[in-house]
């Protein structure tokens, strides 16, 4: 077959070959894989209509646009798809019970509540944790470890609920956005004196894409002027009709603050699962599940929570989570007991990982250590490959010029995270109002948030190349290294002013240079030589400064500009080429311009960078 032309630039075609590729790689991936300069291929991209760059992270219509053009077969593999592959080499499937339908055994549902900032979301998970504790602790739940079950009666019998102990939707886009689904059921709080508010319709259209049951707690019913039943209307514009209206969604009115009908709430949550899911797994399998919290411990070493989904974790058993991996040393429950096993939707806390897992990572019971240290060192591994591509294009504030140098974006990205609500909003208003020389060059702040600077908050930046402002507050866990290796900057500060001056360096770094004319010096023509094939030669003596090659000239004849924007192509002392003549000294001077006369000057000059103010 013959090599594909685009434009002048030959590649050999794939003869439909099949090319692997894993989701969001680049054209330099894609180049190494068929030992193509990736060059070549942004050029292919252009002939395509595409301007994109080599490292730049592909939507996979694109991969596969460019593979039909080339006569490759692309297989964009996702990595939830790598990961599934790497877990069948070692015969293992995650994500399904074992066995038949008799295998199972229901499980409680596992819950995490949404809504809009200050509309109560702590508060309920406190007031939750304080009542409702799994029979025989006195004094409500102690530790916070991220995720916690209560126990409540429901038609005279006990069941259980685990709910995730992060507000916010943050944990839960986070894990989706992974591939993993931690939750059953959303409890979608509401202000019943604020009605529905942006992060409410957020939290709606991710419970609804999540495919998960929405149970709406109405709070705040003690504050005067609350009004329920307009929460109620509200709602059914987003499609969440009222049992009592006839629709099929349960309402329950609440006070977080007072402790009014928890239980109602956990009823409804109770019964809204019963209703919608069968919730069932497997408890006598090697157990799988997720991490949904993990800090180092000085003294104990990393504490990973995890949420079994099916099996039962037993203490000494070998596991593998995310990257890190290791032997169930101990696990504590959310009172700070120690228990020697976990059954479906029980949160616990693991000791003896060898590291510090993500939320959202997998965790899976294996056969011995052996197996458990492979899988997570190939985990680790890929991971590493995956990040370098987008590290080699990270973006800091010390080399944003060079960026913007390169023509790849005039604005400056900022993620703000501080330590309280008022420092960010203060922060990102001066920084907002840094005066980025007009039009040229802009501050996008592109999200804030108060606390300490999560994962999330590292992908974002990392997605939308951005710098992250962190104001009194570091990353959380091992989100440090986290963010080294996707290459996100991150800048630390606790005055803001400071922040103020680095970012307007660095914006002021951003702007174009601004070049000013220097005059060099200027000569006399006295005699014109014509040589052949180069053209006429100015025999002159410098009348001032000095006559240096390859400046910029100008031709002037009796005080009128004659021939701009020229060069000093040539330049001689007698038969010498010289790299400049001083001021009364005679040379020969080319211009590249042939119309010189007797008595013309040539004036020549430098364009210098200013400074800008
Ligand atoms: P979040 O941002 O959704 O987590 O909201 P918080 O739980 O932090 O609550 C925001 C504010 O509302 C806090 O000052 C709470 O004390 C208050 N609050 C929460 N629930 C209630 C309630 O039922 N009644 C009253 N009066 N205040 C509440």
Redesign the pocket.
């Known amino acids: 077959m013959q090599a594909p032309s685009f434009g002048g630039v030959k590649i050999p075609g794939g003869n439909g070959q099949v090319i692997r590729l894993s989701r969001g790689a680049s054209l330099s991936d894609f180049g190494d894989r068929i030992d193509v300069n990736p060059a070549s291929l942004v050029q292919v991209m252009m002939h395509l209509g595409e301007m994109v760059t080599a490292t730049q992270s592909l939507p996979d219509e694109t991969l596969q646009l460019l593979g039909e053009e080339l006569n490759y077969v692309i297989q964009v593999v996702s990595p939830e798809d790598e990961d599934r592959e790497l877990l069948e080499s070692f015969s293992i499937e995650f994500g399904e019970d074992e066995g038949g339908d008799e295998d199972l055994r229901a499980r409680p549902p596992v819950v995490t509540v949404m809504?809009?900032?200050?509309?109560?979301?702590?508060?309920?998970l406190?007031a939750i944790r304080n009542t409702n504790v799994v029979s025989g602790e006195a004094g409500g739940i102690t530790q916070h470890i991220g995720a916690y079950q209560v126990a409540t009666t429901v038609d005279g019998e006990e069941r259980r609920i685990t709910f995730i102990d992060t507000?916010?939707h943050e944990a839960f886009t986070a894990m989706r956005a992974r591939g993993a689904q931690a939750t059953d059921v959303a409890v979608l709080?509401i202000?019943a004196d604020d009605g529905v508010k942006p992060q409410t319709a957020e939290a709606i259209d991710h419970a609804k894409a999540a495919d998960v049951p929405i149970v709406v707690a109405v709070?705040?019913?003690?504050?005067e002027g609350a009004d329920p039943q307009k929460v109620r209307a509200q709602l059914t514009e987003y499609g969440l009709v009222a049992e009592e209206f006839g629709g099929d969604v349960q309402f329950v009115d609440?006070?977080?603050?007072?402790g009014?009908n928890i239980d109602g709430l956990l009823e409804a949550v109770v019964l809204t699962s019963d209703a919608s899911l069968d919730l069932r797994a497997n408890p006598d399998m090697p157990a799988q599940g997720l991490a949904i919290e993990a800090y180092l411990d000085r003294g104990r070493g990393s504490m990973a929570t995890v949420l079994v989904q099916r099996g039962t974790l037993n203490v000494g058993d070998s596991i593998v989570c995310g990257d890190a991996y290791g032997r169930v040393r101990a696990m504590l429950d959310e009172n700070g007991d120690q228990v020697q096993f976990a059954e479906p939707s029980r949160p616990v806390q693991v000791l003896g990982l060898t590291n510090v897992p993500s939320a959202g990572d997998n965790f899976l019971v294996v056969k011995d250590d052996r197996v458990a240290r492979q899988i997570a060192q190939q985990r680790e591994a890929r991971e590493r490959f995956a990040q370098q591509a987008k590290a080699s294009r990270r973006v800091t504030l010390d080399n944003w010029q060079t960026t913007l140098a390169e023509g790849e974006r005039n604005e400056l990205l900022l993620l703000i995270k501080g330590d309280m609500s008022g420092s960010v909003e203060a922060l990102e208003e001066s920084l907002l109002k840094i005066d980025a020389g007009g039009d040229e060059v802009g501050i996008r702040v592109i999200g804030r948030g108060v606390g300490a600077i999560t994962q999330n908050d590292i992908n974002l930046a990392s997605s939308a190349d951005a710098i992250i402002i962190g104001f009194n507050v570091r990353p959380e866990g091992k989100n440090s290294e986290l963010a080294d290796r996707m290459g996100v900057d991150i800048r630390y500060y606790s005055v803001i002013y400071q922040a103020i001056d680095e970012v307007e360096a660095a914006v002021k770094g951003l702007l174009k240079p601004i070049y000013e004319e220097v005059q060099l010096g200027s000569a006399e023509v006295r005699e014109v030589f014509k040589v052949p094939r180069i053209g006429n030669i100015a025999g002159s003596i410098v009348r001032d400064g000095i006559i240096r090659r390859n400046t910029k000239a100008r031709l002037i004849r009796e005080g009128v500009v004659i021939s701009e924007n020229l060069n000093v192509e040539s330049l001689r002392r007698f038969k010498d080429d010289a790299t400049e003549v001083r001021e009364g000294f005679e040379c020969g001077i080319g211009v590249g311009y042939n119309d010189i006369r007797i008595a013309d000057v040539i004036e020549t000059y430098e364009m210098q960078e200013k400074p800008r103010d």
């Open positions: 809504g809009h900032v200050d509309h109560g979301k702590t508060r309920l406190d507000p916010g709080v202000a709070n705040k019913i003690d504050v609440i006070s977080a603050k007072q009014i």
